[in-house]
């Protein structure tokens, strides 16, 4: 045995492998049973705990998940795994909130560690997914308070209307027109208020050039062009290390991040949710 390695991290460390077989092979049950002896063999391990939460997922039992992830980021404050399930697990109660601060969190650690491996992809999605159901509902009542708004507005003034008719007999028409000029000045002030939850067009600049998609991670080359993090290493390491749209030489370690441009696309994400929509 190694020096400073007790038997029982062995036994856990045993436990893990065996939980892993279980895991593959879709034993669920087995695998839970197998990390829960290794974490009581050796509680502070976070790798365990993590284990554990994705049997739990795998079986839809979010309660459980919440509580190892929330042990798992206690141990080891930069598990992705354990923020990215945290972050499920809270959206599955609809705790949007914290539910999104998780997956932020977590999405902030894989780009750190591996920033295009499928876990950062898929950690978007479900990010993107997250802050779009949160649009949708904060829209349906923004949309909702409007329209009461509005019709209260309308009333207020067809109310004023009669009043300055049965005032002013004898400039009735003159009343009406600018009662009507009201109403209309009114409606073009709601429509404007609600315009920024009207799906469009997300300008070019916020755009990958490769993927046509809003920005997640973006990087700037030498040459001054922008390009999605994880896009643009996908291509060095599979087509080969050229800048694709100037055709010079590109190598990863001269990506740059592009702050402004990643400032600019969380600025336009805030006001208009509807663009983390995911085709």
Not at 161 to 175: F, M, P, S
Not at 229 to 251: C, N, Q
């Amino acid at each position: 045995m190694a020096k400073g390695v007790s038997s029982a991290d062995v036994q856990a460390e045993q436990l893990k492998i065996d939980g892993n077989m279980y895991f593959k092979k879709n034993r669920f049950a087995a695998a839970i049973d197998a990390y829960t002896e290794a974490i009581t063999l050796c509680p502070n391990v976070p790798i365990y705990w993590t284990n554990r939460a994705l049997c739990h997922r795998k079986r839809n039992d979010w309660t459980r998940v919440e509580e190892d992830c929330l042990k798992a980021v206690q141990l080891d404050h930069k598990s992705v795994k354990g923020h990215y399930m945290l972050g499920l697990a809270l959206l599955q109660r609809q705790n949007f909130t914290d539910g999104i601060k998780a997956l932020e969190k977590a999405l902030d650690l894989g780009r750190g560690a591996h920033p295009n491996s499928y876990m950062v992809e898929e950690i978007w999605q479900e990010l993107a997914r997250a802050k779009y159901q949160e649009w949708e509902r904060d829209s349906t009542k923004r949309l909702s308070d409007l329209l009461k708004l509005e019709e209260s507005c309308e009333i207020a003034l067809k109310e004023k209307h009669l009043h300055d008719v049965t005032q002013n007999e004898g400039g009735a028409d003159e009343v009406s027109d600018s009662a009507s000029e009201q109403l209309a000045a009114l409606k073009l002030v709601f429509k404007k208020a609600a315009e920024t939850d009207i799906p469009r067009e997300v300008p070019d600049h916020l755009c990958c050039k490769i993927t046509l998609d809003i920005f997640r991670d973006p990087v700037i080359t030498p040459s001054g062009l922008t390009y999605e993090r994880s896009v643009i290493l996908d291509h060095l390491e599979k087509v080969g290390a050229f800048d694709p749209v100037t055709r010079e030489s590109l190598y990863p370690w001269q990506l740059v991040p592009n702050l402004a441009i990643k400032e600019a696309v969380e600025a336009y994400l805030e006001k208009h949710g509807w663009a983390y929509k995911m085709e």
